[in-house]
């Protein structure tokens, strides 16, 4: 709202008033004419113009593979003709997010495939591994869920005593001795 259709509001109130006060009505009756009037006034402007009267909307950030992601994933299935490829390619990407972040594994690695068989469901494996195939069915792709939802934590790696090998980012290795 301007500045300039706000003061032409308020002149029209005081206007309303002076003209109801001179007409008779007492002063107090007059004040809340002049009173109305600017209330009806500013909200008629405030509305008309074009600027969204709604809260904003704070963007949803979601990390992939949490919670979010595999509901919006399972929202995606269909009851019959199997699970397409797009639904299937995003549980690829949760499991390759899932297995990085809680076992730095990676999916497409085949020096952690025997790492991975051991975290997962060698069924789980087989149908995350293969690019390209036919739909599955959702009794499958239910226990894929299951699988990448209860993918807990890596265990027993720390105090055994023994080199340790660590996966950075870029994908390269680093040995540590404790």
């Not at 594994?105 to 790492?115: E, K, Q, Y």
């Amino acid at each position: 709202m301007t500045r300039r259709r706000t003061a032409g509001v308020l002149v029209l109130a005081v206007v309303a008033a002076a003209m109801t006060w001179f007409f008779g009505v007492g002063v107090v009756q007059s004040l809340a004419v002049g009173g109305v009037v600017a209330a009806v006034g500013l909200t008629w402007s405030a509305v008309r113009e074009d600027v969204p009267l709604t809260w904003p909307v704070p963007p949803v950030r979601s990390e992939p593979g949490a919670r979010r992601d595999l509901s919006e994933t399972a929202w995606a299935l269909r009851a019959r003709g199997g699970v397409p490829e797009r639904t299937l390619a995003r549980a690829r990407a949760v499991a390759r997010h899932r297995l990085w972040t809680r076992h730095r594994l990676d999916l497409d690695d085949p020096r952690d495939r025997t790492a991975i068989d051991a975290v997962l469901p060698s069924g789980v494996v087989a149908v995350l591994v293969r690019e390209r195939r036919s739909e599955i069915d959702l009794v499958a792709f239910g226990n894929v869920l299951t699988a990448l939802e209860t993918l807990g934590p890596a265990t027993g790696q720390h105090g055994t005593g023994c080199a340790a090998e660590q996966r950075t980012t870029d994908h390269t290795t680093i040995e540590r001795h404790p």
